[in-house]
């Protein structure tokens, strides 16, 4: 080996040793100024593992799930078993009470709104408001229907696969009467939030920080330029896309297990509520490619497009950038129509 060799060899040890104390020293800072509370790196995880409405799952499918009697402001926001409401509901409903369990995300469980006001609670509400045209509707005997209870299971970040995996789970325990399952157009895939609260820690520090500094920065887009624009999901909808199978494959499996226990299957298809408007991205397209494999599935397929076109999208959004979640607004809205669509069935 001639001299020149020899010195690009230790040219190249020398800048790859100098690389690898450097990423050793930025551990090691890393891991000092965590301990000593000078960043909250994984504060945010901390803080949703300890005293958020999420706990981490033994069901490794689910990821996380609801705490049990989860209080928020001194409201209480779940019951005992994780269920979105404040009294605890029996596994066995009184035999003159029909039970509506009610799966979804973010945008059924309403955790923005008063608890009041979310679109599930009016649903429940109005229904019982209306016990004697439900009871002929559903064909039962109106001496027989003393109350109607709706069960909302909903989780923030769900794809449809979880959507029905805890299904399986409540379902033969709560032995609901009908499901209704809310559909929304990014169901395909679990949301990087929650669930990334809940996986498990890299063994480096540096891999994490990195990992959250590229996160931050995509959060920080969004809430500039708005969510992304409704061509996004559409391109999910190819048929050769992991998350349409996906969701075929929740909606066969939950259609499979109401059929054994001979009880009415709902999907509620909801819109995006995009800064582009209703209709954008071919939203009708992608709202009836949804129907139609709803109803081949056999389910009863409700779709809440037509009824929020009529009205602006910033009328109905709880924030200016967001795609998903309704207002008040909304939440009645969407109630008014699910409410007559059960008692039109």
């Known amino acids: 080996m001639n001299q020149r060799s020899r010195t690009r060899i230790l040219i190249v040890t020398a800048v790859g040793l100098g690389l690898l104390l450097s990423l050793i020293a930025f551990e090691l800072g890393l891991r000092l100024t965590d301990k000593m509370g000078w960043i909250n790196l994984w504060n945010e995880r901390q803080i949703a593992r300890s005293s958020s409405i ?48 009610v799966f979804g995300d973010s945008v059924a469980a309403g955790l923005e709104i008063e608890p009041e006001r979310r679109m ?83 063994l480096f520090y540096t891999f994490d920080f990195v990992k959250y500094r590229i996160e931050k920065y995509q959060i920080k887009r969004r809430f500039i330029g708005g969510y992304p624009p409704v061509a996004h999901w559409k391109k999910l909808y190819d048929e050769d896309e992991v998350g349409w199978a996906n969701v075929e494959r929740a909606f066969a499996q939950l259609v499979r297990m109401t059929n054994k226990l001979d009880i009415p299957a709902i999907l509620a298809i909801y819109p995006l509520l995009s800064r582009e408007g209703w209709e954008s ?14 109803k081949a599935a056999g389910f009863s397929v409700l779709d809440l ?8 999208v910033d009328e109905l959004r709880i924030a200016p950038y967001d795609t998903f979640h309704f207002n008040d607004q909304g939440h009645r809205t969407a109630a008014n129509e699910i409410v007559n669509y059960l008692l039109a069935k």
């Open 281 to 294: 991205g071919s939203a009708s397209d992608r709202h009836k490619k949804v129907s139609t494999l709803g």
């Open 305 to 312: 497009l037509p009824v929020f076109i009529s009205t602006s």
């Open 54 to 101: 999420w706990i981490q799952s033994e069901n490794p499918a689910l990821i996380y799930q609801h705490r049990p009697n989860y209080i928020k402001n001194g409201i209480q926001v779940t019951e005992r078993n994780g269920i979105l409401r404040a009294e605890d509901a029996a596994c066995q409903a009184p035999p003159d009470v029909f039970r509506i369990a």
């Open 120 to 202: 599930f609670a009016l649903v429940e509400r109005d229904l019982n408001k209306h016990l004697v045209e439900f009871a002929g509707v559903m064909g039962i005997e109106p001496s027989h229907l003393n109350r109607v209870e709706v069960l909302n299971f909903a989780v923030n970040g769900y794809s449809s696969l979880q959507e029905v995996e805890l299904a399986a789970a409540m379902v033969p325990r709560f032995k609901p009467n009908m499901i209704i399952l809310q559909y929304c157009a990014n169901d395909f895939y679990t949301s990087r939030n929650p669930s990334g609260w809940f996986l498990p820690q890299s």
